[in-house]
């Protein structure tokens, strides 16, 4: 096995994908007799639509860019909508940068779990960490920003790496009355997923747009992740399921 192989499946074991990653079938998309109406206790929550994520960008994920049309169409028929941004400290903790002799995708084991260490990216305040040019933000209420404690990672919208230290999302979607959250956005398989999972855990329904995510598919991470989203009850759907 090369250093290319090895780093790659390190970075599925260290993100908790769970065990070895065997050839598992992506499921079947749910289909859905009626269009799914988003009312008033519906959220759309938009995840990581960077410049660091997309053709150019320091983690570029292959197309990434073309989550935004689709998100700008289907955005105006939601009444909440949540965007959150990677936001990290220079010398954050999970850059490979910050710890001498290694290098990017490499792990270390920190107090919450092990860490996949990862080039310099999204770091506050740069080109990098911007939201994409031409994603319409102008119905998001709450811009949620992430892995901006320095010592701690952060995946999900709704809890820092340690599965413990809340971002707040939970109880502000609750406050506002939401059951249902439907997301969108990159990677489907890392941010997306472990936000989906995390939702149903605060007791959401969770529906992820398939086509308006892109995924970074690493040795079958991708098929993993839909596996573990289905088993926590996510469902998965396209736009074209969402009424207009």
Same mark, same amino acid.
């Given at each position: 096995?090369?250093?290319?192989?090895?780093?790659?499946?390190?970075?599925?074991?260290?993100?908790?994908?769970?065990?070895?990653?065997?050839?598992?079938?992506?499921?079947?998309?749910?289909?859905?007799?009626?269009?799914?109406?988003?009312?008033?206790?519906?959220?759309?929550?938009?995840?990581?639509?960077?410049?660091?994520?997309?053709?150019?960008?320091?983690?570029?994920?292959?197309?990434?860019?073309?989550?935004?049309?689709?998100?700008?169409?289907?955005?105006?028929?939601?009444?909440?909508?949540?965007?959150?941004?990677?936001?990290?400290?220079?010398?954050?903790?999970?850059?490979?940068?910050?710890?001498?002799?290694?290098?990017?995708?490499?792990?270390?084991?920190?107090?919450?779990?092990?860490?996949? /260490?990862?080039? =310099?990216? #999204? +770091?506050?305040? $740069?080109?990098?960490?911007?939201?994409?040019? *031409?994603? @319409?933000?102008?119905?998001?209420?709450?811009?949620?920003?992430?892995?901006?404690?320095?010592?701690?990672?952060?995946?999900?919208?709704?809890?820092?790496?340690?599965?413990?230290?809340?971002?707040?999302?939970?109880?502000?979607?609750?406050?506002?009355?939401?059951?249902?959250?439907?997301?969108?956005? /990159?990677?489907? =398989?890392? #941010? +997306?997923?472990? $936000?989906?999972?995390?939702?149903?855990?605060? *007791?959401? @329904?969770?529906?992820?747009?398939?086509?308006?995510?892109?995924?970074?598919?690493?040795?079958?991470?991708?098929?993993?992740?839909?596996?573990?989203?289905?088993?926590?009850?996510?469902?998965?759907?396209?736009?074209?399921?969402?009424?207009?």
């Amino acid at each position: 096995m090369n250093d290319y192989q090895s780093s790659r499946r390190a970075l599925l074991r260290a993100l908790s994908f769970a065990g070895v990653v065997a050839a598992l079938p992506i499921l079947p998309r749910r289909v859905f007799a009626a269009k799914i109406m988003p009312d008033a206790h519906s959220a759309l929550i938009v995840v990581d639509v960077q410049n660091c994520f997309v053709t150019g960008g320091t983690l570029a994920v292959k197309n990434g860019e073309a989550v935004v049309p689709v998100i700008n169409r289907i955005a105006p028929n939601f009444a909440t909508v949540v965007m959150t941004q990677d936001w990290h400290t220079p010398g954050h903790v999970s850059f490979a940068s910050a710890h001498p002799g290694k290098k990017p995708f490499d792990t270390i084991d920190l107090p919450y779990g092990t860490q996949v /260490l990862w080039p =310099d990216h #999204c +770091v506050q305040g $740069t080109d990098d960490a911007k939201l994409r040019e *031409g994603l @319409d933000v102008s119905k998001a209420q709450l811009i949620i920003r992430k892995g901006y404690h320095r010592d701690m990672d952060s995946y999900s919208a709704f809890a820092e790496a340690d599965h413990t230290t809340t971002t707040g999302l939970g109880g502000y979607l609750k406050e506002r009355g939401i059951r249902s959250v439907f997301l969108a956005g /990159l990677a489907t =398989d890392y #941010c +997306v997923a472990w $936000t989906a999972i995390d939702a149903r855990k605060a *007791g959401f @329904d969770a529906y992820v747009i398939e086509d308006a995510c892109r995924a970074i598919d690493l040795n079958g991470s991708l098929a993993l992740a839909w596996e573990r989203m289905s088993a926590s009850g996510v469902k998965r759907i396209k736009s074209d399921d969402i009424a207009t």
